[in-house]
Protein backbone atom coordinates (compact mmCIF):
# COMPACT_ATOMS: atom_id res chain seq x y z
CA UNK A 1 0.00 0.00 0.00
CA UNK A 2 1.41 3.22 -0.63
CA UNK A 3 2.34 6.08 1.65
CA UNK A 4 -0.17 7.31 3.86
CA UNK A 5 -1.62 10.80 4.57
CA UNK A 6 -2.71 12.34 7.98
CA UNK A 7 -6.17 13.98 5.74
CA UNK A 8 -7.97 13.53 2.77
CA UNK A 9 -10.47 16.37 1.89
CA UNK A 10 -12.92 15.86 -1.43
CA UNK A 11 -15.16 18.33 -2.27
CA UNK A 12 -17.59 17.12 -4.89
CA UNK A 13 -20.58 18.80 -6.85
CA UNK A 14 -21.55 20.00 -10.49
CA UNK A 15 -19.48 23.27 -10.97
CA UNK A 16 -22.14 23.97 -13.55
CA UNK A 17 -24.99 23.92 -10.86
CA UNK A 18 -24.69 26.85 -9.31
CA UNK A 19 -24.46 26.31 -4.79
CA UNK A 20 -23.84 22.76 -6.12
CA UNK A 21 -20.31 23.68 -7.03
CA UNK A 22 -19.58 24.66 -3.33
CA UNK A 23 -18.08 21.08 -2.36
CA UNK A 24 -15.07 22.14 -5.15
CA UNK A 25 -14.60 25.43 -4.63
CA UNK A 26 -14.07 24.75 -0.83
CA UNK A 27 -11.76 22.04 -2.22
CA UNK A 28 -9.54 24.59 -3.92
CA UNK A 29 -9.72 27.28 -1.54
CA UNK A 30 -7.78 24.25 0.92
CA UNK A 31 -5.69 23.30 -1.65
CA UNK A 32 -4.20 26.64 -1.94
CA UNK A 33 -3.44 26.66 1.89
CA UNK A 34 -1.24 23.66 1.27
CA UNK A 35 -1.89 22.24 4.20
CA UNK A 36 1.02 19.80 5.65
CA UNK A 37 0.27 15.73 5.56
CA UNK A 38 -3.35 17.01 3.46
CA UNK A 39 -4.09 15.64 0.45
CA UNK A 40 -6.88 17.66 -1.32
CA UNK A 41 -9.10 16.86 -3.85
CA UNK A 42 -11.80 18.93 -5.97
CA UNK A 43 -14.26 15.97 -7.90
CA UNK A 44 -17.46 16.67 -10.34
CA UNK A 45 -18.88 13.24 -8.43
CA UNK A 46 -17.24 10.40 -6.25
CA UNK A 47 -16.08 7.08 -8.21
CA UNK A 48 -15.08 3.75 -7.21
CA UNK A 49 -11.37 4.77 -7.73
CA UNK A 50 -11.48 7.32 -4.73
CA UNK A 51 -10.79 3.68 -2.81
CA UNK A 52 -7.44 3.69 -3.38
CA UNK A 53 -6.61 6.86 -2.20
CA UNK A 54 -9.49 6.65 1.15
CA UNK A 55 -7.64 3.52 2.30
CA UNK A 56 -4.28 5.73 2.58
CA UNK A 57 -5.87 8.31 4.40
CA UNK A 58 -5.89 8.54 8.61
CA UNK A 59 -9.24 11.04 8.53
CA UNK A 60 -11.55 11.71 5.19
CA UNK A 61 -13.35 14.49 4.73
CA UNK A 62 -16.33 14.82 2.29
CA UNK A 63 -17.55 18.32 1.51
CA UNK A 64 -21.14 18.56 -0.53
CA UNK A 65 -23.73 20.92 -0.93
CA UNK A 66 -27.23 19.88 0.59
CA UNK A 67 -30.33 20.79 -1.45
CA UNK A 68 -32.44 19.71 1.72
CA UNK A 69 -30.40 21.74 4.14
CA UNK A 70 -31.77 25.47 5.03
CA UNK A 71 -29.78 27.71 2.74
CA UNK A 72 -26.39 28.43 4.17
CA UNK A 73 -26.65 26.04 7.20
CA UNK A 74 -23.41 24.18 7.46
CA UNK A 75 -23.71 20.30 8.84
CA UNK A 76 -20.87 17.73 9.92
CA UNK A 77 -21.85 14.55 10.77
CA UNK A 78 -19.14 11.39 11.24
CA UNK A 79 -19.39 9.10 8.70
CA UNK A 80 -18.68 5.69 8.90
CA UNK A 81 -19.01 2.57 6.21
CA UNK A 82 -22.37 1.65 5.30
CA UNK A 83 -22.57 -1.69 2.96
CA UNK A 84 -26.38 -1.06 2.49
CA UNK A 85 -25.87 2.72 0.67
CA UNK A 86 -26.87 2.15 -3.09
CA UNK A 87 -25.78 3.72 -6.15
CA UNK A 88 -26.15 3.41 -9.43
CA UNK A 89 -22.44 1.55 -9.57
CA UNK A 90 -21.99 3.31 -12.53
CA UNK A 91 -21.07 6.85 -12.39
CA UNK A 92 -21.41 8.13 -8.25
CA UNK A 93 -20.99 6.56 -4.99
CA UNK A 94 -22.22 7.95 -1.57
CA UNK A 95 -19.23 8.41 0.71
CA UNK A 96 -20.57 5.90 3.40
CA UNK A 97 -20.41 3.06 0.50
CA UNK A 98 -16.67 4.03 -0.34
CA UNK A 99 -15.70 3.94 3.19
CA UNK A 100 -17.59 0.18 2.73
CA UNK A 101 -15.84 -0.50 -0.14
CA UNK A 102 -12.25 0.34 1.69
CA UNK A 103 -13.43 -1.98 4.77
CA UNK A 104 -14.13 -4.55 2.41
CA UNK A 105 -11.14 -4.30 0.01
CA UNK A 106 -8.59 -3.09 2.34
CA UNK A 107 -9.50 -4.27 6.12
CA UNK A 108 -10.08 -0.39 7.14
CA UNK A 109 -11.35 2.63 6.68
CA UNK A 110 -10.34 5.90 7.14
CA UNK A 111 -12.58 7.97 10.36
CA UNK A 112 -14.35 10.20 8.21
CA UNK A 113 -17.14 13.46 8.30
CA UNK A 114 -19.42 14.62 5.65
CA UNK A 115 -19.61 18.60 5.80
CA UNK A 116 -22.36 19.71 3.80
CA UNK A 117 -23.74 23.12 3.57
CA UNK A 118 -27.28 23.98 2.93
CA UNK A 119 -27.28 26.02 -1.03
CA UNK A 120 -29.74 28.49 -2.44
CA UNK A 121 -30.13 28.38 -6.27
CA UNK A 122 -29.49 25.08 -8.09
CA UNK A 123 -29.70 26.08 -11.67
CA UNK A 124 -27.27 27.06 -14.33
CA UNK A 125 -23.83 28.96 -13.44
CA UNK A 126 -20.31 28.51 -13.79
CA UNK A 127 -18.60 28.15 -10.97
CA UNK A 128 -20.77 30.58 -9.07
CA UNK A 129 -22.09 30.42 -5.84
CA UNK A 130 -25.02 32.68 -3.95
CA UNK A 131 -23.94 35.21 -1.66
CA UNK A 132 -25.23 33.08 1.20
CA UNK A 133 -23.29 29.88 0.18
CA UNK A 134 -20.70 31.69 -0.50
CA UNK A 135 -20.41 32.84 3.89
CA UNK A 136 -20.63 29.38 4.45
CA UNK A 137 -17.69 28.13 1.98
CA UNK A 138 -15.75 29.77 4.42
CA UNK A 139 -17.15 27.57 7.42
CA UNK A 140 -17.33 24.52 5.38
CA UNK A 141 -13.30 25.39 5.39
CA UNK A 142 -12.85 26.08 8.68
CA UNK A 143 -14.43 22.86 9.36
CA UNK A 144 -12.64 20.83 7.35
CA UNK A 145 -9.30 22.21 8.58
CA UNK A 146 -10.21 21.65 12.25
CA UNK A 147 -11.29 17.67 11.15
CA UNK A 148 -8.28 17.32 9.10
CA UNK A 149 -6.52 18.18 12.43
CA UNK A 150 -4.41 20.37 10.36
CA UNK A 151 -2.30 23.84 12.03
CA UNK A 152 -2.64 26.48 9.91
CA UNK A 153 -3.47 29.88 9.82
CA UNK A 154 -5.96 31.55 7.88
CA UNK A 155 -4.65 34.69 7.51
CA UNK A 156 -1.33 33.64 5.85
CA UNK A 157 -2.53 31.65 3.52
CA UNK A 158 -1.24 28.51 5.15
CA UNK A 159 2.29 28.84 4.23
Do not use: N
Request: aromatic letters at 6%; one cysteine or more; a negative charge.
Amino acid sequence: MPSTVKALIIGYGSPIRGDDAIGPLAADRLAELDLPGVEVQARHILTAELVEDLVRAERAIFLDADADATPGEVRCQEIGPDPTGLSTMAHFHDPRELLAWCQTLYGRAPQAWLITAGGADFGYASYRLTPIAEAALQIMVEAAIDRAGAEVSLTSGGR
